[in-house]
């Protein structure tokens, strides 16, 4: 197939500045970049005062818990995403056996309102999604839950020599199948309870294959740079890999210029002494996730039901989600608040904080969707104290409540850190089926493009597109793609650069975005005339590694 692009501005990926130009594709790949290419029976695309760049690529997206279901990849191909990276936050539906079963029957099911199938080994989820087509290009990262849970189940204990080996093996086994690194999420379990030591061992299995230790780190709050970033710095330095900071944030009621400027300070001077660290920075100022994922401890999972039902273990839950919500939100308070008695700050935290937290998403009860958590809990359990009725509420959604909480300054932290050169933009998007998601899983490329370069001017066109393409490519060391080159894969966005806009609100974030003209994947039309074509022409791509 001969398709032809003429009169775009051409924005290469590399930051250049755009050009006026055609642009040929035969099959998967550009031929040939110059002015007034004849058409000689090409299909050709008029992007007339258009801008034309490379498909946009996502270093962090959840889609593999539901790619099965949503093959055509609608919401991430519409905002012009034609690569995305997922099993993130140490979550995936691969490696499993039946322990890990067990554990996301559990768990995961119920924390992000999903059930996807598993697969013991990442060749056979390769198989299972090439057998049915997909849309977008897909990479994949070893979740290290699911290996340490292959190995260990749930149990919390330091893994022993010989639960390490295999946990090893199990990363080796992966890497070699074409994963591109291995992800973390150590605020979730299992991931929670693995010490830094055991990160170390699988990352130096990582780092054989040139791969990437990707983490969302311990603490992105008062301890960001203490604990989260030193951690995530000791892991580079000691198995020597390439690390990468997942949605990128400093969390903080009080101190985010002072955090930020010290957390880009411990990059810049790591970078300096030759350490490989890079970053993505979601484009909100918000979160999203789950509800009982953030705040449950992992051993609650084993007996969801019966464990907040029980008297005694209520009270155990209640006290770990204190000390959590205090080490998150409290520890970097003023002097004035830290000398305020425990037992008075806690008839306090819940309230506060659950006035913050917006219900994206719930299984059961949807009437309170699109409400603060304070107002869900009042309106559903009027006569019971906030800490009974935030765990009723848990239970009787089965885990199943997806929250947007406001955490993150934009002007004094977000944009600070998505500057940085080594940082790009990501969704952290998480698509429910048949239920409502955060607008980022819609139009977070699209935002980012809307407001930082055209609305508030920090960034100019070429380099934001360079930060969504050039850029996560060689995070990734994709060869061919992120650029536009000859010889390189067709992977193209074509959008009006006046209009291009998320359209999705908190109440519905299930709409897509406005001013994508086209997207290409591997030289097909994917989406055009603001809809889908149908065409399922992604590729799993695969990490080559260096062992």
Request: aromatic share 8%; hydrophobic share 40%; proline share 4%.
């Amino acid at each position: 197939m001969h398709l032809l692009i003429k009169n775009g501005f051409l924005v290469d990926g590399t930051g250049s500045p755009a050009i006026r130009s055609d642009l040929l594709i035969k099959d998967d790949k550009i031929i040939e970049i110059k002015q007034n290419i004849d058409s000689n029976g090409a299909k050709v695309i008029d992007a007339r005062d258009k801008v034309v760049c490379p498909g946009f690529i996502d270093l962090h997206n959840h889609a593999d818990l539901t790619i099965l279901e949503a093959t055509d990849a609608e919401a991430f191909i519409a905002q012009g995403m034609t690569t995305i990276l997922v099993s993130l936050c140490g979550i995936g539906v691969s490696p499993a056996n039946k322990k890990v079963k067990d554990y996301y029957l559990n768990f995961v099911n119920k924390a992000f309102c999903s059930s996807p199938e598993l697969y013991d080994h990442l060749n056979d989820f390769f198989n299972e999604i090439e057998k049915r087509g997909i849309s977008i290009n897909l990479a994949f990262l070893i979740p290290q839950g699911n290996v340490r849970a292959c190995v260990l189940g749930t149990e919390t204990r330091p893994a022993t020599d010989l639960e390490l080996a295999e946990m090893k093996r199990i990363v080796k086994e992966n890497m070699e199948a074409g994963a591109f690194g291995l992800s973390t999420g150590l605020v979730y379990p299992p991931g929670s309870v693995t010490s830094t030591e055991e990160l170390i061992e699988l990352s130096k299995m990582v780092s054989q294959f040139d791969g990437i230790y990707d983490s969302h780190m311990r603490n992105e709050g008062a301890g960001v740079i203490d604990i989260g970033m030193k951690e995530l710095i000791r892991i580079a330095q000691e198995a020597n890999v390439r690390a990468h900071i997942s949605h990128w944030s400093v969390i903080s009621q009080y101190k985010y210029e002072e955090l930020t400027k010290k957390a880009i300070e411990l990059v810049n001077k790591s970078r300096e002494q030759g350490l490989e660290i890079t970053a993505d920075v979601v484009v909100y100022n918000d979160g999203f996730t789950s509800l009982s994922f953030v705040l449950l401890p992992t051993w609650v999972y084993n007996d969801f039901k019966g464990n907040l039902t029980n008297s005694e273990t209520r009270k155990k839950i209640k006290n770990e989600i204190f000390a959590k919500l205090y080490s998150m939100f409290l520890s970097d308070a003023p002097l004035k608040m830290k000398v305020i008695p425990k037992f008075l700050l806690r008839k306090k935290i819940i309230p506060v904080l659950s006035k913050g937290v917006i219900i994206i998403y719930a299984l059961n009860n949807h009437k309170v969707e699109g409400k603060t958590l304070y107002d869900a809990l009042t309106i559903l359990y009027p006569y019971k104290n906030l800490e009974d009725a935030l765990l009723d509420y848990i239970l009787d959604e089965e885990g199943g409540i997806m929250i947007r909480i406001q955490q993150k300054n934009e002007k004094k932290s977000v944009i600070p850190l998505f500057l940085q050169k080594y940082v790009v933009p990501s969704s952290d998007a998480i698509l429910i089926i048949g239920g409502n998601t955060h607008p980022r899983a819609y139009g977070a490329f699209p935002r980012a493009i809307a407001r930082w370069v055209r609305e508030q001017e920090i960034i100019s066109l070429e380099e934001m597109i360079k930060k969504m393409t050039s850029l996560p490519a060689s995070i990734l060391k994709l060869k061919d793609r992120g650029i536009i080159k000859e010889g390189y894969k067709a992977d193209l966005v074509i959008f009006d650069p006046e209009t291009i806009n998320e359209k999705g609100t908190l109440e519905n974030g299930c709409k897509e975005p406005e001013g994508i003209e086209y997207v290409i994947v591997n030289g097909e039309i994917t989406f055009a005339n603001c809809q889908h074509t149908g065409a399922l022409n992604g590729q799993i791509l695969k990490h080559h590694a260096k062992i």
